[in-house]
């Protein structure tokens, strides 16, 4: 590791994880530990917050534990308190908490429209909303959101609710690093294809037919994973990119750019 975050202080929502494979929160708040950043943890399930902060602690890392839901207004505000109140400062905010909302339009539940809406788009305002005057006051700082792919285009499932709140997150990004960019805040948003994580196990584990279909379509013929999520926040997060605000950045093997049949020999080979 080089120090590329040396005394910086990171906030990550959802930076637990669920079972045991890896999830975006959890690798990145360990890999911005280990470039020197002291990493704020907040999930909502205090025994996933500890499994991350203990992996940091191992590797001499320093961290902080916060059990709140940031899909609340109350939860935010408690959580930027404590930070401040422990590290003094928020260089990074890198909101990813998030949740499933399955269902065409025709079969969308009310409460599970709420809920999507809330976990993936009202977390991130709200945080933000108590983050950025932070940072304006402390002469600026990064802000990493985390969308989808399937906020560019249909995914493969019909999850009309989760699709809408990160395609808002998207945008919410553009928003933010128009009306900030003048206090030193850069925004930017990562949209994961994919990606064989703790996210898309959660309910229950991918079929391996299924999960090798969705590595072929892939351009590139590989599957992802959250390390590969996070080395791009740890990036969004350094000054090496300074001048980067506003942009949606896939990472899903090229595979915004491909259309069905332009992979059609790829899923049959």
């Given at each position: 590791m080089t120090d590329r975050l040396k005394n910086k202080v990171a906030l990550i929502t959802g930076a637990g994880t669920r079972g045991e494979i890896t999830g975006i929160g959890q690798a990145s708040s360990i890999l911005m530990a280990r470039e020197g950043a002291k990493i704020l943890i907040n999930d909502i399930n205090a025994d996933r917050a500890k499994s991350t902060l203990s992996q940091i602690e191992n590797e001499g890392g320093e961290g902080l534990v916060i059990a709140e839901d940031c899909t609340k207004e109350e939860g935010c505000k408690s959580i930027v308190k404590k930070c401040l109140d422990q590290f003094g400062k928020i260089d990074i905010l890198f909101n990813n908490v998030g949740s499933f909302g399955r269902g065409m339009v025709t079969e969308v539940e009310e409460e599970n429209w709420q809920k999507a809406i809330d976990s993936n788009l009202k977390s991130a305002v709200i945080m933000s909303k108590y983050v950025v005057p932070v940072m304006s006051e402390s002469g600026g700082g990064s802000i990493?959101?985390?969308?989808?792919?399937?906020?560019?285009?249909?995914?493969?499932?019909?999850?009309?609710?989760?699709?809408?709140?990160?395609?808002?997150?998207?945008?919410?990004?553009?928003?933010?690093?128009?009306?900030?960019?003048?206090?030193?805040?850069?925004?930017?948003?990562?949209?994961?294809?994919?990606?064989?994580?703790?996210?898309?196990?959660?309910?229950?584990?991918?079929?391996?037919?299924?999960?090798?279909?969705?590595?072929?379509?892939?351009?590139?013929?590989?599957?992802?994973?959250?390390?590969?999520?996070?080395?791009?926040?740890?990036?969004?997060?350094?000054?090496?990119?300074?001048?980067?605000?506003?942009?949606?950045?896939?990472?899903?093997?090229?595979?915004?750019?491909?259309?069905?049949?332009?992979?059609?020999?790829?899923?049959?080979?």
């Open positions: 990493i959101n985390i969308s989808s792919i399937d906020a560019l285009r249909a995914g493969g499932s019909k999850n009309v609710p989760y699709s809408v709140a990160k395609a808002g997150v998207s945008h919410l990004t553009r928003l933010m690093a128009v009306h900030h960019g003048r206090e030193k805040i850069r925004v930017n948003c990562l949209a994961p294809g994919h990606v064989h994580g703790s996210f898309p196990n959660s309910i229950k584990k991918i079929p391996e037919d299924i999960r090798e279909l969705r590595r072929k379509a892939g351009p590139l013929g590989t599957e992802g994973n959250a390390w590969d999520v996070a080395w791009a926040a740890v990036f969004l997060a350094t000054e090496e990119s300074r001048w980067i605000s506003g942009t949606v950045i896939p990472i899903d093997a090229g595979l915004h750019a491909a259309s069905p049949l332009s992979v059609w020999d790829n899923l049959n080979e």
